[in-house]
């Protein structure tokens, strides 16, 4: 029987002296490159180099090194193929029974702040991904390892006599979905570079953070994925420090949670339901905000998802301590306060960086057979064109409270009503067919409160009806788009009960 080979080239040198090792044990011959040979022959490990196999020098810095017949031809050479064999023994190639190559490191290249094009273009691996594509085509006669975590494994299969060949399908698989991503995370560095905003083709590309226990209900499997390049301040970035496992809804809800978070500078606190925000409260402190997060709606709260922009002390944690939360989410959480949460062993906490800088990015929307992608909306107040559509115009504390108003119906599903007063949310109307219906849902929400609140909208008002019924619920104040055909009828209700009604050419429907 023909003594193997395996052809050994990697950038991530974890645990690849003890698989080199366990291989010239099984008297396997080593092929290797660059660094790789330099880490084995400094343990001590017999290599051959690759201009050995090729009969030419690694050339232009080691660009140019695996590019060669010698190479591929022993790795796409189907061994059961005569004439294939024939070729081998004519010119000389010998097959190439192993390989274990993983690539440049261009994510961690282009991780780094204010890195260079050049130093970006320069960690684009040609020759490794040609040679994984080469193995893992014939993965019936070739092994192909690309993950530290499969060493242990195919060492196991191997001293035992050869590596399966469902193993190295397998295998063959993990290799492609690899060199995917690493040439989507290439494509999209350079598509952002040229400035292309609508590519005629998109590949995106995550990794797995965890499996599910199910999604959005229990017959429904799922899994938790992160963009390679996930910003700070995204559920995809946070830290767990207690708590049970999140689930498929947990994440979407903390996501949604952390999203109206971002709206705010001064101390506020957001509290979830279902993706729509139940409560939504701004104070001096955070324990301030939180208490008018959880007046906003005490029934609705029970079971919520809290996050916070301010550290968690013991009085707030206290507070918070007194109902039943699924998750809360913070930048950090005083000692005391962890004393407090933590007495609650299914409490999940999460710490997360924020830094108020308004995130770019791209957000994708999965339909089926389809995809949808648009710009994040970053959108805010100081982006609006304001206006001031009626005769009178708002009081100091009106503003602020059409500010939060604005502020928080741009993240409830539209059909979207807030209803804000003294720097709190106190009544939301969700995802109804009419706006009036939402506008009512809020304003039965708020009961008493609704007097003297102002009421922001997310999109403009058809008719004159929504300002009728805020008009008789005490509302003074009203914050929308404006731009309908009848902008006229709900500006002459307005003025005729003296609200004073704002415009901002800025619609955010959120589907």
């Not at 880490?39 to 009969?55: A, H």
């Not at 008789?472 to 902008?487: C, E, H, W, Y």
Request: overall charge negative; charged content about 25%; hydrophobic content about 40%.
């Amino acid at each position: 029987m023909a003594k193997k080979r395996a052809l050994i080239s990697v950038s991530d040198k974890t645990g690849i002296v003890e698989l080199v090792q366990e291989l010239v044990k099984l008297d396997v011959e080593i092929v290797s490159t660059g660094g790789t040979k330099r880490t084995l022959e400094e343990n001590g490990i017999d290599v051959m180099g690759i201009s050995e196999v090729t009969g030419f020098p690694e050339i232009m810095d080691g660009r140019v090194k695996t590019l060669h017949p010698n190479v591929h031809g022993g790795l796409l050479a189907l061994r059961a193929n005569e004439d294939h064999q024939k070729q081998l023994a004519e010119h000389g190639i010998t097959p190439i029974d192993i390989v274990v190559v993983n690539l440049y490191p261009f994510q961690q290249t282009i991780e780094k702040e204010n890195v260079a094009l050049e130093d970006a273009i320069e960690n684009i691996d040609i020759g490794g991904p040609t040679m994984l594509r080469s193995a893992a085509k014939n993965y019936q006669s070739v092994t192909v390892l690309v993950d530290p975590t499969d060493y242990a494994g195919v060492v196991e299969e191997l001293q035992s006599g050869a590596v399966s060949f469902e193993t190295n399908q397998r295998l063959a698989a993990k290799v492609f979905r690899h060199t995917a991503s690493y040439d989507a995370l290439i494509a999209e560095y350079l598509t952002d570079i040229v400035g292309e905003e609508a590519p005629e083709k998109v590949t995106v590309t995550f990794e797995k953070v965890q499996g599910l226990r199910y999604g959005e209900n229990p017959h429904q499997k799922a899994s938790f994925y992160k963009k390679p390049l996930a910003k700070k301040g995204s559920i995809a970035t946070a830290k767990q420090l207690h708590g049970k496992e999140l689930s498929y809804n947990n994440i979407n809800d903390a996501n949604a949670a952390l999203q109206i978070l971002k709206e705010f500078n001064d101390a506020a606190v957001v509290a979830v339901k279902h993706m729509n925000p139940c409560g939504v409260g701004v104070g001096n402190t955070i324990e301030d905000a939180y208490q008018k997060a959880y007046e906003a709606d005490p029934t609705s709260i029970f079971g919520g998802i809290i996050a916070a922009n301010k550290p968690i002390d013991r009085a707030t944690a206290e507070k918070m301590h007194e109902i039943f939360l699924e998750i809360i989410i913070a930048p950090a959480f005083d000692e005391d306060a962890l004393e407090v949460l933590t007495s609650k062993k299914n409490l999940r906490l999460l710490t997360i960086e924020l830094d108020g800088e308004k995130v770019q990015e791209q957000q994708l929307t999965s339909i089926q057979g389809g995809l949808l992608r648009q710009d994040l909306d970053t959108h805010g107040f100081d982006d609006a064109t304001i206006t001031v559509a009626t005769k009178r115009e708002p009081t100091e504390q009106e503003w602020a409270d059409l500010k939060l108003a604005w502020k928080v119906v741009k993240h409830v599903k539209s059909n979207a009503i807030v209803l804000a007063k003294d720097n709190m949310t106190v009544g939301v109307g969700a995802g109804q067919m009419n706006r009036v219906g939402s506008a009512n849902i809020a304003i039965n929400q708020a009961g008493e409160k609704a007097q003297g609140s102002a009421l922001g909208s997310d999109a403009f008002f058809p008719m004159g009806d929504t300002v009728e019924a805020a008009a008789k619920a005490g509302v003074t104040a009203i914050i929308q788009p404006g731009g309908s055909i009848r902008d006229e009828e709900s500006i002459e209700k307005a003025d005729e009960y003296g609200i004073a009604m704002v415009f901002t050419g800025m619609r955010h429907f959120k589907h």
